[in-house]
C-alpha cells in the first residue's frame, strides 16, 4: 500500500463531509455495570439507555483515557488542545484541532441482550492530518467504514444507468429491484461500495487500515470522473 500521506483525497473540503466509522457488539451481561441481581432493560423503557449507559460507564472512559492518550503521543497535543466531553447518556467526544473522535453505546433494539458500540471520526477540519502518519498510528484497525456524505441527494437511477451503460471491465454492480442502493465492487478498491440517496460508504469486512479507506475512495472518484457518473463531490 502507498504511504499513508500519498492517499490524501482529491480535494480537501471533501474531508469536511467523510467520517470514519466502526461498529461492534456485546452481551449486555459483559458490562463492567452490571450485577447478577439485575435484568436485562425492556427496550420500550424509557430510561434503557440510562441504564445502559450507567453500566457501562467504565469502559467508555477507558476507551477515552486510551485514545487520548495515543493522540497526545501520536500528535503532540498540548493539554489546551484537546477537550473531553465525558460519558454523557452512553457517549464520550474528544474534540482535538483537526477533528473529533466518539465513542457510543445503545441497546440493540431487535436483541435487548446485546449492546451496539460506535466510534466514529467525523468534524474533519484538516484533511492532511487526516491522511497523515500520526492518524494512522491511533486509528489503523479501528474502523471499518469510510462514509461521504454528498451535498445533493444521489438519483440511484441516473448513477446505475450511467454505471451500466458504460460497461465498465472488472466491475459487479448490484442493486435492489427499487434501486435504493447501489453496491460496487472493482480491483481498485478493496472495500465493497455501497451508494445511498444521501450516502456514499465505502465497507471493508473488518476494520482496516486508514490509508486502505482512503485509497478505495480515491479509486471511486476516479471512477465517478472517467465516466461521468452523477455523484457530486463538491457543493
Known amino acids: ?59 467508555l472512559k477507558q476507551d477515552l483515557d486510551s485514545v487520548y492518550g495515543a493522540l497526545k503521543q501520536a ?8 477537550s473531553v466531553a465525558e460519558p454523557a447518556d452512553g457517549t464520550g467526544t474528544i474534540v482535538t484541532p483537526f477533528f473529533s473522535y466518539s465513542i457510543s453505546i445503545a441497546l440493540n433494539l431487535a ?16 484533511s492532511k492530518q487526516v491522511a497523515s502518519t500520526p492518524f494512522a498510528q491511533v486509528f489503523d484497525g479501528v474502523f471499518r467504514m469510510l462514509r461521504y456524505s454528498p451535498p445533493t441527494p444521489v438519483d440511484l437511477n441516473d448513477c446505475i444507468d450511467t454505471i451500466e451503460d458504460a460497461e465498465i471491465s472488472n466491475l459487479d454492480v448490484s442493486y435492489d429491484r427499487d434501486a435504493t442502493y447501489c453496491e460496487l ?8 461500495i455501497r451508494i445511498t440517496a ?38
Open 1 to 59: 500500500m502507498p504511504p499513508i500521506e500519498s492517499t490524501a483525497i482529491d480535494g480537501s473540503a471533501l474531508f469536511r463531509r467523510i467520517s470514519f466509522l466502526n461498529e461492534g457488539a456485546s452481551r449486555v451481561k459483559s458490562l463492567s455495570g452490571w450485577k447478577k441481581t439485575h435484568r436485562v432493560p425492556d427496550p420500550v423503557d424509557a430510561r434503557a439507555q440510562e441504564y445502559i449507559a450507567g453500566i457501562s460507564a467504565g469502559e
Open 75 to 82: 500528535f503532540a497535543f498540548k493539554r489546551r488542545e484537546l
Open 111 to 126: 436483541d435487548p441482550a446485546e449492546a451496539i458500540w460506535t466510534k466514529t471520526v467525523d468534524n474533519i477540519q484538516d
Open 185 to 192: 465492487r472493482f480491483a481498485d478498491a478493496t472495500g465493497a
Open 198 to 235: 444521501d450516502s456514499l460508504s465505502i465497507v471493508e469486512k473488518h476494520p482496516a487500515e486508514i490509508g486502505t479507506l482512503i485509497q478505495s475512495l480515491r479509486a471511486m472518484q476516479a471512477l465517478v470522473r472517467e465516466h461521468r457518473v452523477p455523484l457530486h463531490w463538491s457543493p
